[in-house]
């Protein structure tokens, strides 16, 4: 299989993990997946917009947002974490430049897009969690709850 077409069925397998997750109807999803170099850490999270509700919600949130049983998420979440690595070996194996973040967004029409985003992690910018936020605002102009936590890391590091 040629390196394009590997690359293509690493990202079919993803969004469709995520889809399978997803326990509602949806219109538009957004994944981030971030490693760090030498695999030291790695993570996936993903955003979707609820189309019952019309709400945005946060994978995360699925076991209490939908009542799903926390161990089951948790062992689709290692799974979409295993294929996170698979492209970020995939890459590594093909001598492809390494990336830290892997953001795709998939809309229920079939449309799909993937950016790399190189050189993002460092000691001093405000951690995952922060750089999750910053990524889903300016990828989906996404703002956090009122009152949130999640809203007071972003009010701090939006300016």
Known sequence: MDVEK???????????????????????LYYLGEVEKGKQSWSSV??????????????????????????????????LDS????LYDSFADNGQML????????????AFNVDFDYDVMHEDDGGPIRRELMW??????????????????FDKYAR
């Not at 590997?6 to 538009?28: C, D, G, H, S």
């Not at 294929?83 to 698979?86: D, F, K, S």
């Open 6 to 28: 590997q690359f293509a069925e690493l990202y079919r397998q993803i969004a469709e993990k995520i889809v399978f997750m997803i326990p509602t109807k949806w219109t538009n």
């Open 46 to 79: 993903f955003y979707f917009y609820d189309a019952e509700k019309g709400t945005v919600e946060r994978s995360h949130e699925i076991p209490s947002v939908y009542n799903i049983s926390q161990d089951v998420y948790q062992k689709l979440l290692s799974e």
């Open 83 to 86: 294929l996170l690595l698979a």
């Open 99 to 110: 990336w830290e973040q892997v953001s795709l967004s998939v809309s229920d029409t079939g």
């Open 136 to 153: 889903a605002h300016k990828t989906f102009e996404y703002v956090p709850k009122e009152g949130s936590y999640f809203r007071k890391i």
